[in-house]
């Protein structure tokens, strides 16, 4: 069964860290392309950040450029989600995908920023 489980969403204050964690299982995940991606209230879901399956190419949405950092583990199958300066444009439930022939998602995770 797949399963891709996001997790290390929380409430910050503006300025502040996260650090979200996706958790894959049920497909060959070191041969899938990762990728993060948000949804805003009242917006469309969109991408934020990308990893490749093999060499790590990294590529970043402009809103991420600089303040985000995506990195994975291909021997614990897990991908994750480093933001710094957080303010609230940033408040989304945030979802990790993979992609290759096909696509899976996760449930997302919340992130609110607020003081």
């Known amino acids: 069964q797949v399963r891709l489980v996001e997790s290390g969403g929380a409430l910050v204050q503006p300025g502040g860290s996260l650090r979200l964690s996706c958790a894959a299982s049920?497909?060959?995940?070191?041969?899938?392309?990762m990728s993060w991606y948000r949804q805003r209230p009242g917006h469309e879901r969109e991408w934020v950040a990308h990893?490749?399956?093999?060499?790590?190419?990294?590529n970043y949405a402009d809103s991420a450029q600089g303040r985000f950092s995506i990195s994975r583990d291909n021997d614990m199958f897990t991908v994750a989600l480093q933001m710094n300066r957080l303010n609230a444009e940033y408040t989304a439930v945030y979802y990790c995908?993979?992609?290759?022939?096909?696509?899976?998602w996760g449930q997302g995770t919340q992130v609110t920023v607020s003081s």
């Open positions: 995908g993979a992609f290759r022939d096909r696509e899976h």
């Open positions: 049920g497909f060959d995940f070191v041969t899938y392309a």
């Open positions: 990893i490749g399956p093999f060499d790590g190419f990294t």
